[in-house]
Every structure is written in C-alpha cells, then in structure tokens.
C-alpha cells in the first residue's frame, strides 16, 4: 500500500505485513550511497526569471515553463553525470485544485503542487493564493522541489523507500521525513546553481526559508530541519549534501 495511504487512512504499522525491520542509520545503499550523490556539484547555469504578476496566470505558466526547462537542462547533465538514465517529467499547470490526483485526495488547505510518480508529471495549481503575491521564490522553489522528487523516482530512491521496512507508525514518519526533506534539499541545490543569474539577494533567500519553515510536521520536519536541509543545497549545490538517509535521526527529526 502506498505509503500516503498508509498515513491518510491512520493504519498503525504494525498491521501491516513487512519483513525484517532495519536498524538505524538504514542501510539500502540505493537510498544511502547512490550515484546521484557522488556525481558532483550541479553545473552552474543562467535561468533567468521571467516577468510575473498578481494573480497573473498566463505570466505564472511561461515563469514555471521556463524554471523546469532551465531544470530539465541541469539535471539532464548531473545525470550524465552519475551514469544514470534521465527522462523528462510531465508538467500540468492548472487554476483549480483536481478532487483527486495520482490516485490520491487533494488537500486544497494544504498543496499547492504534487509530483505523481507513476505518470511522472509534476502537477501545479496557479490559484489565486499560490500568485498573491509572487514576486518572493517561493513559487520558483515550489517547481525545485517538486522536481526533486522526479530526481528521486528516476534514481530508484522512491522505489526503495516505498518499499523500506518499517516497525512502527513513528519509524514510517521519520522515512517520510527522509524523503520529503531531500527534495528540499534537491530543490535548493538547484537554486543554488542559477543563483548568480537571478536577481536577488541574500534577503529574498532569507524570506524563502522563513517561508518554508511553515511546512513543519510529523512528516515534512521540524523547521529547523527543513531550514538545515534547504541550507545544505543551497550553499553546496551539490546533490551529495542531500543524503538525509544517512543522516542521524537528530537531523531528520
């Protein structure tokens, strides 16, 4: 079962079938030594920001469609890189929230992207909150981030960590969190490696970690960690300081 199910239906572990537990630090080399990490610092590249406005959705489509084109042409070659196969993933852009995506229920009071695994596509609704006020990164960092856990699928590290044991609800929770904190990380390093040709200032990178701390919970991170994790990216820009899976439980806490 997938393990968002797992958590939106509150299915305590131990009902479930698994086999022998891991110990901490886990120990599946496809999550704690992958290639993707000792593949070196991403590239350093220009991906300027397009103009954007209020609750100007044609504009927020042409930034978002450059922002993963600018991705796809990064990764594209980190993943030459580590010697790993690459596709592009699939981007729907759309103003209202579906009832259901990837098999799942949207939270509307809570998402405003997801990435599917199964199809591959990065999904982004261009509400009317999501482009109150975009002028900050959050939205440029929403797109990095999803993108990272597309990075994530066609490393295998979603495979295994779907599959992963697990002993309790409280384990499943700290995996989750992982997870969820390297796209952060992904994210970040992305951000770092096109730094120089955005316009901005340490204080726009200030306000995004504010920003994001806000995602806190028993799944995403406590905010310390979600702005430890979004550090290491960003002042690295280097895939192999997002190794949360073989980070000390403190770290991913």
């Not at 079962?1 to 891991?22: D, K, Q």
């Not at 042409?62 to 580590?82: M, P």
């Not at 295994?160 to 997870?179: G, P, T, V």
């Amino acid at each position: 079962m997938n393990r968002a199910l797992i958590i939106l239906f509150g299915i305590v572990a131990v009902m479930l079938p698994y086999g022998t537990a891991h110990a901490y630090p886990i120990k599946n080399k496809t999550l704690t030594v992958n290639a993707i990490y000792s593949s070196g610092a991403l590239d350093t590249t220009e991906c300027p920001e397009k103009p954007i406005k209020r609750r100007n959705v044609k504009l927020a489509e042409a930034y978002v469609k450059v922002v993963v084109g600018c991705l796809n042409t990064t990764w594209a070659a980190q993943f030459e890189k580590s010697g790993q196969a690459f596709r592009r993933p699939k981007l729907k852009l759309v103003t209202k929230p579906p009832a259901k995506f990837c098999a799942l229920k949207w939270d509307q009071s809570e998402q405003d992207a997801y990435y599917c695994d199964q199809t591959e596509t990065i999904f982004i609704v261009l509400s009317n909150d999501l482009l109150d006020d975009p002028s900050d990164l959050y939205l440029f960092n929403l797109v990095s981030m999803e993108y990272g856990q597309h990075v994530q699928t066609l490393t295998d590290i979603y495979s295994e960590y779907e599959d992963i044991d697990f002993r309790s609800k409280k384990e499943l929770q700290e995996q989750n969190r992982r997870y969820a904190l390297q796209s952060n990380c992904f994210g970040a390093a992305f951000l770092a490696s096109v730094w120089n040709s955005l316009d901005r200032s340490s204080a726009d990178w200030k306000l995004l970690l504010s920003q994001v701390k806000s995602w806190t919970d028993k799944d995403n991170g406590t905010r310390s960690n979600i702005a430890y994790w979004m550090s290491q990216g960003f002042n690295t820009g280097d895939p192999g300081a997002c190794n949360t899976w073989a980070a000390p439980v403190k770290r991913v806490a």
